[in-house]
């Protein structure tokens, strides 16, 4: 098992789960002019977030790893901070753009370790994830454009 490997994987866990909430947050609490499109897609990026935290925490599994199971352990963990509760649409948008820039950037470290252990399904993960994200960057960029 490479420690360093798990613990970035369960940093990611962490970011994974805090996002989740966050977007669900952000689908219940978006309104005005732009609430059915932004509604709709808060929703198809927490089914996909959900996605990533099955997929994630059984490859720690399959590492050999532990992964972090807790809400305690998530927030003390993640690099991603959990809504404020007062974003306007486009500060929810503007959020999300950080957030998923913060998670490509985290897993281009991820790509690299798991490249170094020789650990080919763990950089695939990542750069799916990676391609995923930047894709809904470039989206979001040009809705607050």
């Not at 959990?82 to 790509?111: C, K, P, R």
């Not at 690299?112 to 894709?135: H, M, R, Y």
């Amino acid at each position: 098992m490479n420690q360093q490997l798990v613990d970035a994987l369960n940093k990611q866990l962490a970011n994974w789960n805090v996002l989740y909430t966050k977007l669900h947050h952000y689908h219940w609490y978006v309104n005005g002019v732009n609430f059915f499109t932004l509604h709709e897609k808060f929703e198809e990026y927490y089914d996909e977030a959900a996605s990533y935290i099955d997929e994630i925490a059984e490859r720690v599994l399959t590492i050999k790893g532990k992964p972090l199971s807790s809400l305690k352990a998530y927030l003390e963990t993640a690099t991603i901070k959990e809504a404020t509760g007062n974003e306007s649409d486009h500060e929810m948008v503007a959020q999300l753009i950080l957030d998923f820039q913060q998670i490509v950037n985290e897993s281009n470290e991820i790509i690299e370790v798991a490249e170094e252990t020789e650990d080919q399904p763990t950089s695939d993960l990542f750069i799916g994830i990676k391609a995923s994200l930047e894709k809904h960057i470039w989206m979001l960029e040009a809705f607050n454009a």
